[in-house]
């Protein structure tokens, strides 16, 4: 669960980044944060990243006061979610496979749990036939998807999802969000879905918080167009 509650965040310059944000999203849910550019997006991900704090208020993600958190225990949290970022973030001179089992060895995972969970977790992503490649011979969209193979490998009960379709092909696009969806629905895994992608959002629907200057001006679910118009291309 993320449960933002009268928060407000200042940059060193004494900049407002955020003014009182009021936020839950509960286990399960699937929600959409769409602003545009310096909206106040990245100021939010950063505290539930727990890569800075909260000037006021309190930021409670997965049972974690992130505001009281100390230094050792920083990791202990980041293990209980899975982060897909925009530019992918892979191993360059790791293979598919690879990329996906770091993210159980650097939590000392047993090589037997390994050998198990990657490749159910390369199947799930369509991605087994690629095992062996290395991340300059896929595409953007097979990228993103070891990216979200890596962030799901470890089962977390939170995936945050931070423009996860801002480089990729707008067909492969919809791909992605499709795919989240379907962990949400199927693995129960709570979805944030960080984006300024407003066509996606009218086509999925669901929860949708919208942030301006600070603030949540929006917080509601809307109707999606899926299932009543074609896919836009």
Do not use: C, W
Not at 13 to 24: K, Q
Not at 48 to 64: C, H, K, M, P, W
Not at 104 to 109: A, E, G, S
């Amino acid at each position: 669960m993320i449960d933002l509650i009268d928060v407000s965040f200042h940059y060193e310059n004494g900049t407002e980044a955020l003014h009182n944000i009021n936020l839950r999203i509960n286990n399960g849910e699937f929600a959409f944060v769409v602003g545009s550019s310096g909206a106040g997006k990245s100021s939010i991900l950063k505290l539930l990243l727990r890569e800075t704090v909260a000037s006021s208020g309190q930021v409670i993600v997965n049972g974690f006061d992130l505001n009281r958190l100390k230094p050792g225990q920083i990791p202990k949290f980041r293990r209980s979610i899975g982060v897909v970022f925009q530019d992918f973030r892979l191993i360059p001179g790791m293979t598919v496979y690879e990329n996906v089992a770091f993210s159980l060895r650097v939590t000392d995972r047993p090589m037997r749990e390994i050998r198990q969970k990657v490749p159910e977790m390369l199947e799930l992503m369509n991605l087994r036939h690629k095992a062996r490649q290395y991340p300059h011979e896929l595409s953007g969209g097979e990228q993103q998807r070891v990216a979200l193979a890596r962030a799901l490998v470890n089962s977390p009960p939170l995936i945050i999802a931070d423009e996860p379709t801002g480089n990729i092909d707008p067909e492969l696009s919809y791909q992605i969000v499709e795919m989240l969806q379907r962990i949400n629905r199927e693995r129960k895994t709570t979805i944030l879905m960080v984006t300024h992608a407003h066509d996606l959002v009218k086509y999925f629907g669901g929860r949708t918080v919208n942030i301006e200057s600070g603030q949540i001006v929006f917080d509601d679910y809307i109707l999606g167009e899926q299932g009543e118009t074609s896919r836009p291309v």
